[in-house]
């Protein structure tokens, strides 16, 4: 999609498996596009290095320096109190100072949602943010909320991952009414486990569209646009079916031969989650978590769906949204 | 793999998606194979009209008259009450008459369930049979317990799952000492919802060899031989799985054509749980349980799988094992 504005875009340069390199490559990706400003948020030497590599001729790219970097599995919060400056918190930090848009990261997910909790707050009501958003390449379509933030969930915070994927959907995937679903373990009310049941009876007077319960193969028969979820359950199943796409492409390139066009078939299906990423959901500011083995172009593609974002005034009409499904269903928001 | 023993194994001929006539050829499959006597249970017209349709001159098959049928959806011990001459009761009950040594239906689970438990009786200590075995193409010697049976499992029933699923993979799947692992959304001990928390702690002290939390994507990589999680995740998991693989074989068939080898390799992955179904765990008796659409191979493939687990005293050794490790656990079993 080609956007009608110019958005500034703060890369944490120093996150993904591959860093400065593939972050850097990606922002020189994105900046020929056009219509993107990059500030390279990571170590200066390094990221420098890395943009000498490239022709840079006439893109509009930025170092900001930071120092240190949050890898995943450092317990989120205390890493960003013990390293205020690393790449992760300096890159928020300058959307919040309103030097950038919005800021988009292949590192840490825990990194990338706490800085974005602490430097934008999180909307009415909600307890952390929510991570949601399509990644079957067999349901392109389908956003699932929550992917793993949120466990043990109460009835509301189903409530609240059903609104901010309905407001996705609808906003960034163009789904006019999109239909919510919660995902149990057999059609009819009543099925399901208590966190579903109870649930159920919210989303009924929530104003959504909710079309009732899915269940895991409802997936893929076009049940639903949103499939809601506690974060344990699509957490499981996010990396399950990252496995499952792994072992897939193993298996057909054992069976058929490494150069069988059904192995990059299925490898293109399996890398839906590494061609950009997505939005966090539920904080007033836009943070862009993509996935640590993007490539160059998945680096880019996040750029992408930041700007996409911006455009559509994602951030915005979800806390808008969000407030009025909680005031339908007389929580308090 | 052939018995050495002749068994007598009740057929559930009503019970499937195409019945009798699927159950019907697939008792005549297995009963050519030899080494097991067939008894079919159902309307009597309908299946002497099947079984004359096949060459079953010297076949070990018996009709047993039985009256009415539970279907998929209806509630399993309502419709036993309303109907105790229906296929699976009687199926069933001549199990428990000494009449046969194995149940196996491809109909209804929960009625499958429901017959077993009323005429078996549960092993001590349980609250409801457990549902599993392996059913991933992709990971066929990865047994996932619970399936669906039991939702918002307190700790002790996922130990019990454990002990379950380690025992079938030991004496069915023949793994030595199998790795038992418990289903989360982090590696290290102290990740997961409270529920996988509590387990954790009880697993440690199990004597089951205990390898800690897997993650949705471990279940690829040979991290463990059972997974254990709660009805509702695995469940879901099941559902997915074979909505997703029904969803690749289509994808594969549109990009490459119909008569493309990937798209039967994938469908050979994908009909893994139609192969022949798997024996309820925690009853004092074998009901093997199979899934509705199986083909008459899946039939044979189910009364197979009974065989191989009369033939391992499977039940009996399940029964010992989960007793052995609730005492060492300090749960009264």
Chains 1, 2 share one sequence.
Do not use: W
């Not at 400065?20 to 170590?43: E, F, I, M, T, Y």
């Not at 790219?61 to 995943?72: D, F, Y």
């Not at 466990?151 to 009414?177: E, I, N, W």
């Amino acid at each position: 999609m080609s956007t009608s504005k110019t958005h500034t875009i703060a890369l944490d340069a120093m996150g993904g498996d591959v860093a400065p390199s593939v972050p850097v490559a990606g922002a020189v990706l994105a900046a020929r596009k056009g219509n993107v400003n990059v500030l390279l948020v990571g170590d200066p030497d390094a990221v420098r290095a890395e943009l000498a590599k490239h022709d840079t001729a006439g893109l509009s790219i930025q170092v900001v320096p930071s120092e240190g970097v949050i890898r995943e599995g450092e317990p989120p919060a205390m890493a960003l109190r013990g390293k205020p400056r690393a790449s992760i918190a300096v890159a928020t930090g300058l959307v919040k100072a309103g030097k950038a848009d919005a800021v988009v990261s292949m590192g840490s997910t825990g990194a990338a949602m706490a800085a974005a909790v602490l430097a934008f707050g999180l909307f009415p009501g909600l307890e952390r943010p929510a991570l949601g958003g399509p990644f079957i390449g067999l349901a392109p379509r389908v956003s699932i909320v929550d992917l793993g933030s949120q466990v043990d969930c109460k009835p509301l915070q189903m409530l609240s991952f059903g609104a901010l994927g309905s407001t996705f959907s609808h906003v960034y995937s163009g789904v006019r009414s999109p239909r919510v679903g919660l995902l149990s373990v057999g059609s009819e009310e009543g099925k399901g486990n208590a966190q579903v049941k109870e649930a159920y009876a919210l989303f009924k007077k929530s104003g959504l569209n909710f079309v009732g319960n899915v269940e895991g193969h409802d997936i893929f028969a076009d049940k639903a646009d949103v499939v809601v979820c506690d974060g344990f359950v699509g957490n499981v199943l996010l990396k399950y079916t990252e496995g499952l796409a792994e072992a897939a492409a193993r298996y057909l390139a054992e069976a058929l031969g490494p150069r069988s066009p059904a192995v990059k078939a299925i490898a293109d299906l399996a890398s839906l989650a590494e061609q950009g990423g997505g939005p966090l959901f539920g904080v007033n500011g836009l943070s862009v978590i993509g996935h640590g083995r993007s490539k160059a172009e998945g680096v880019a593609g996040g750029i992408d769906v930041a700007a996409r974002c911006l455009e559509s005034d994602l951030v915005r009409r979800m806390r808008d949204d969000l407030a009025a499904v909680m005031a339908r269903s007389g929580a308090h928001a």
